[in-house]
């Protein structure tokens, strides 16, 4: 794997650290009465007394939890990333001791990888991943991965036709129930290598489309499958492997005001909602249970596992916002019943409701911002809350530090960062250390770093550890930073330098798990920055020709930084007003990679 793959893998990575609090990256699963485990997106948790006690089993080194399974209480595998690399990690001791082996994703793969995955093994050898694919929420795109050698290695079958959770009876027999809007169900019978649609029909009397749940088997040959039809759930059964189902005479319709969580267990269709008064209601088959007062108004039942008909956990969300835009995250509750749903225990472990609690700082990854941004030198974030509402622009600049930062932004801090990103929009953070050696530098009045390109290295080690420290410091650590590097001459002496000092920027981010960027003229670019082991991920190009495009920038070739690495400052703007807000501003066309 390039680096370039490892970075974008990281990047990825460390923004998941924080999709604890978002319901796809939160997953648990009760195995016996007493054990089951929780992956809350960065921390793997094992209880042995139904959730009275956790005990955190996360694989050392684990920065990102992105999938989890478990086939008993003590053989479990956990697709995780560690800082640089995409791992899996096995135990066979039930998480007291981990072995961990990277995962085969190539660059394109990585670049890809939206962080959500799934797992699931029929026995110790033989079992599957499904990696999601970066897709808007009209597709559903996936890569499946299988092993037959308990996860030691991997190969990868040809493109399943969605990207969600498998689950497999046998060897060959498997199924994925899911697709844009769930109402796809597909069976293989190869191991995966080819899927096909599963036909199921609809209900007599029902109207609603189908969303479908993953079958579960008793037999190779004997399954329920659960699927919901807007609130009204239906149990299908099967006797010949799933080739053919029939739905059960009893239709169980839970009158609640949401679309309930399905589970199967022993056999019986049981399920879980809520209203929004918070009212939980639990029905097997057709015979409901209510209890009252369990949930927050609005909460939501997302998931249900239950391994009889009385024992069973549930995991709620519910999302707030301290005001408009600002202030907003989500919280997830785990709830364990033993009597059919009659009466719920919350067994919530601490690390979830820290993971989803809005009171930390959120985490951000490194995406490819496309379209108008600006920069300006210290807006407020009530004056970016108006211009988000009011103005054309997605993207701000924020000048996060360094000795020639003639720009201190004012509260810069993790709740300055949080309030940006809460209000929409995509951020480039902006390190302005020393410039190139006088006479070179086209800032006369800078502090520069030295004309001899071993100390200009070491020099630039420095910047990039001091910008990634403010960088953690506010919340944003493992995105991107662009170096502000101001036009220079381009004299021998001072373009070896420059090539030094950026080559060592690059270098030194990537050593600490950032991207790293840098923002001047094309010239240099073209002439230095191209040229050197550690070109930059990025390039922020001042090139004030007035045309709003990522290409054509002349003297750099179109082919260099080509894939979305590009952001244009096209022009001085002056004084823009949006929303009764005046700013002095440049105006920038993106490309290229932000914060977000």
Request: net charge negative; proline share 5%.
């Amino acid at each position: 794997m390039n680096y370039r793959s490892v970075v974008t893998l990281g990047c990825l990575v460390t923004g998941l650290a924080a999709a604890a609090a978002r319901a796809e990256n939160v997953a648990m699963k009760l195995l016996t009465a007493n054990d089951g485990w929780v992956s809350t997106g960065n921390h793997l948790l094992w209880t042995s007394n139904a959730g009275l006690a956790w005990r955190d089993i996360t694989p050392p080194g684990s920065e990102a939890i992105h999938g989890a399974f478990f086939l008993d209480a003590e053989h479990a595998w956990v697709l995780r990333s560690t800082a640089d690399t995409l791992q899996l990690a096995r135990s066979s001791d039930g998480g007291k001791t981990w072995q961990a082996a990277g995962f085969p994703l190539h660059a394109e793969e990585a670049a890809n990888f939206s962080g959500l995955a799934s797992l699931h093994f029929v026995d110790s050898s033989y079992g599957w991943a499904m990696l999601r694919r970066v897709s808007n929420s009209n597709f559903s795109f996936g890569m499946l991965y299988a092993t037959t050698d308990g996860g030691a290695t991997w190969h990868k079958l040809a493109n399943p036709p969605a990207g969600d959770a498998v689950r497999f009876v046998t060897r060959n027999d498997g199924w994925m129930a899911g697709g844009p809007t769930g109402n796809k169900l597909y069976v293989t019978r190869d191991g995966g290598q080819t899927w096909s649609p599963a036909h199921v029909g609809t209900p007599a009397g029902i109207e609603a489309e189908a969303r479908y749940s993953l079958p579960v088997f008793r037999s190779s040959s004997d399954g329920v499958l659960a699927a919901r039809y807007g609130a009204t759930a239906v149990a299908f059964e099967t006797h010949d492997g799933g080739n053919t189902w029939q739905a059960r005479p009893a239709v169980a319709a839970v009158a609640a005001e949401r679309s309930p969580a399905l589970a199967i267990a022993e056999g019986h269709l049981v399920e879980v909602t809520a209203n929004h008064a918070g009212l939980l209601t639990t029905a097997v088959d057709q015979y409901p249970a209510v209890s009252d007062g369990l949930l927050p108004r609005n909460a939501n039942v997302i998931s249900a596992d239950f391994i009889s008909t009385r024992q069973g956990w549930i995991l709620t969300q519910e999302g707030s916002c301290e005001g408009y835009k600002t202030g907003c995250s989500q919280q997830n509750k785990l709830l364990a019943t033993s009597d059919s749903g009659k009466t719920f225990q919350d067994i919530t472990p601490h690390q979830m409701e820290a993971v989803a609690s809005s009171s930390g700082p959120q985490s951000f990854s490194t995406v490819v911002g496309t379209g108008e941004g600006f920069d300006g030198c210290d807006p407020t974030t009530s004056d970016l809350s108006t211009w988000y509402k009011d103005s054309p622009y997605h993207y701000v600049n924020v000048y996060i530090g360094g000795n020639n930062a003639a720009c201190p932004q004012p509260g810069l801090s993790t709740s300055f960062i949080n309030t940006l990103v809460s209000q929409g929009w995509g951020l480039i953070p902006t390190w302005v250390g020393p410039q190139a050696p006088h006479p070179c530098t086209s800032c006369g009045s800078c502090s520069s770093f030295s004309s001899n390109s071993t100390t200009a290295a070491s020099q630039a080690k420095t910047q990039a550890q001091d910008a990634a420290n403010k960088m953690a410091s506010i919340g944003l650590k493992g995105t991107i930073v662009y170096y502000d590097l101001e036009e220079y001459t381009d004299s021998s002496s001072c373009s070896a330098a420059a090539k030094a000092f950026v080559n060592a920027w690059v270098q030194e981010l990537h050593a600490l798990g950032y991207s790293a960027g840098v923002y001047g003229s094309p010239s240099d670019a073209n002439n230095d920055w191209l040229h050197i082991s550690d070109s930059p991920d990025d390039v922020w190009i001042a090139l004030w020709n007035g045309v709003k495009s990522t290409t054509n920038l002349s003297p750099i070739p179109n082919s260099a930084w080509a894939n979305n690495q590009r952001i244009h400052q096209y022009n001085y703007l002056g004084n823009q007003t949006y929303g009764g807000i005046t700013l002095n501003i440049d105006g920038d066309y993106l490309g290229g990679a932000v914060a977000k």
